[in-house]
């Protein structure tokens, strides 16, 4: 059975696409390099606790919801933050 980071993954890369964010776009949404981003998504990396919680700010998800993989996942994305089309830009929610 696939683990909870894969699983998380997995999410994660379908919400950046669905939002059209780039690595680039979502490290700075949670306070974090490119780099780290690029690692934790290819699994040399692992998400932490405070990262998921960042996560499920920065698309307006729960943590749980996050955690079941990409279909929970995009099913709870509210609207507001998916691209126009797919594949198109997205303005980037970072903390203030």
């Known amino acids: 059975m696939p683990s909870s980071e894969h699983h998380l993954r997995l999410a994660v890369a379908a919400l950046l696409y669905a939002t059209g964010e780039t690595q680039t776009d979502l490290a700075q949404g949670l306070a974090l390099t490119q780099g780290q981003v690029s690692r934790k998504q290819a699994g040399r990396s692992s998400w ?3 990262d998921l919680d960042r996560l499920a700010a920065h698309y307006g998800i729960p943590v749980p ?4 993989g990409p279909d ?3 099913s709870r994305l509210p609207a507001a933050r998916r691209a126009a089309t797919l594949g198109g830009t997205q303005t980037v929610i970072t903390p203030g």
Do not use: G, K, P, V
């Open 48 to 50: 932490t606790l405070a």
């Open 65 to 68: 919801d996050l955690l079941c």
């Open 72 to 74: 929970r996942a995009l």
